[in-house]
Every structure is written in C-alpha cells, then in structure tokens.
C-alpha cells in the first residue's frame, strides 16, 4: 500500500468512527455494543495506519537526506580536485618561471 492508498485507508476509517459516533448522538443515546466494537475498530485501524503512514514518510525523508548529502559530497569532492589541480597547475607554472628567468629582476 502507497501512502495515498495508506491516507485514503486512513480517512474512511476516521469517517466510519464518525458515522457511529453521529448516529447515536442522532438519536440522543450512548453508541450500543456492535457499534462501540465497530467505532473502537475503525479508530485502531485510523491509528495503526497514521503510524505506518509517519514511519514510510520519515523514511522517504531519511532517504532524501541521504541522496542530498551524497549529492554534495560530490561537489565537495569535485571543488577539491579541481582546487587540487590548479594548485599543482599553479605551482608547476611558478617553478617553471622561476627556473627560466633565475627569479624577479635577474638579468
């Protein structure tokens, strides 16, 4: 079950709890055997699918999470190679520099 069928699930059975609740105020009475068994049904039904609901929307957000993290770990890894290889870049620049003109202001 999706959580969209899990949601559906959930709110017919909070429906049906209110349907018993309704009838007998209706009829200005306290709900009777069948319909206390059937109200207090419903509700744990209502009740053990907003757990479930909770615990697969609290995983698809731990995964996000995951996924982000991982997804800057990259771009944190690519900026530091790139930063990497231009200061080997850099330096290989300078040395060569420094080697062919013997230093700033040399004749």
């Known amino acids: 079950m999706n959580l969209q069928e899990m949601t559906e699930a959930r709110v017919k059975a909070i429906h049906d709890a209110r349907e018993y609740l309704e009838r007998a105020e209706k009829e200005n009475r306290e709900m009777n055997a069948e319909e206390t068994e059937s109200y207090d049904r419903a509700m744990k039904e209502a009740d053990s699918l907003k757990n479930r609901i909770e615990k697969r929307q609290a995983h698809e957000i731990a995964e996000s999470t ?3 993290s991982a997804g800057r770990k990259v771009v944190v890894d690519d900026i530091a190679t790139r930063q990497a290889k231009a200061e080997g870049e850099y330096r290989k620049a300078f ?3 420094v ?4 230093g700033p202001n040399r004749e």
Do not use: A, C, G, M
């Not at 080697?99 to 013997?102: A, F, I, P």
């Open 99 to 102: 080697r062919k003109s013997n």
């Open 95 to 97: 040395d060569s520099y």
């Open 66 to 68: 995951l996924t982000q």
